[in-house]
T-cell receptor, first 119, second 113 residues
């Protein structure tokens, strides 16, 4: 079974300060990890993913995430937050080696973290 | 390149009625997945379709069903609507394979009264 935990319901940060959104995961095999962002009344937008290789992944809108296998974490980061980054952020995982279903496996999403960036 | 299109965007139905939601994936995307999003439960996986076959299913009652057509377009149906079915229903399409993420539509906001 695969699972994702986003320990913070909400993260508050001042504009210009670093932003970190935490994510930990659990899978039986190797993980494929994703971050998405959702603005009000919209679908989720893809930010970045980790499949293999370099543990630091760069994505859209200046976001990056660091894969840490020993800590089973994939925290999302941005060096300098903008007010426009205020949104709901979701971490997701897929087990790379899950053979229990007749498919490549669903994406398991975390509960989401609301980011509020104040001017 | 057109995105994932979901219709309708908003829907109000009465308890006991049934509803059909539609999803047109990105051209070339042959996998379609459906999620239910509510404030209390977050994103809950409904089902996944590929080649007109349901490949994966979440823990929802049989009132929730879906299908996929030969052009990869998908529909989901909810029968005998309950108040608790009020949610944002999201469709996502993807290329085939484990390394691909989803592209989401804007969703259908269903309100059951």
């Amino acid at each position: 079974a695969q699972s994702v935990a986003q320990p913070e319901d909400q993260v508050n940060v001042a504009e210009g300060n670093p932003l970190t959104v935490k994510c930990t995961y659990s899978v039986s095999g190797n993980p494929y990890l994703f971050w998405y962002v959702q603005y009000p009344n919209r679908g989720l937008q893809f930010l970045l993913k980790y499949i293999t290789g370099d543990n630091l992944v760069k994505g859209s809108y200046g976001f990056e995430a660091e894969f840490n296998k020993s800590q089973t974490s994939f925290h999302l980061k941005k060096p300098s937050a903008l007010v426009s980054d205020s949104a709901l952020y979701f971490c997701a995982v897929r087990d790379a080696t899950d053979m229990t279903t007749d498919s490549w496996g669903k994406l398991q999403f975390g509960a989401g973290t609301q980011v509020v960036v104040t001017p | 390149k057109a995105g994932v299109t979901q219709t309708p965007r908003y829907l109000i139905k009465t308890r006991g009625q049934q509803v059909t939601l539609s999803c047109s994936p990105i051209s070339g995307h042959r996998s379609v997945s459906w999620y239910q999003q509510t404030p209390g439960q977050g994103l809950q996986f409904l089902f996944e379709y590929f080649s007109e076959t349901q490949r994966n299913k979440g823990n929802f009652p049989g009132r929730f069903s879906g299908r996929q057509f030969s052009n990869s377009r998908s529909e989901m149906n909810v029968s005998t609507l309950e108040l608790g079915d009020s949610a944002l229903y999201l469709c996502a399409s993807s290329l085939v394979g484990r390394t691909y993420g989803y592209t989401f539509g804007s969703g259908t906001r269903l309100t059951v009264v």
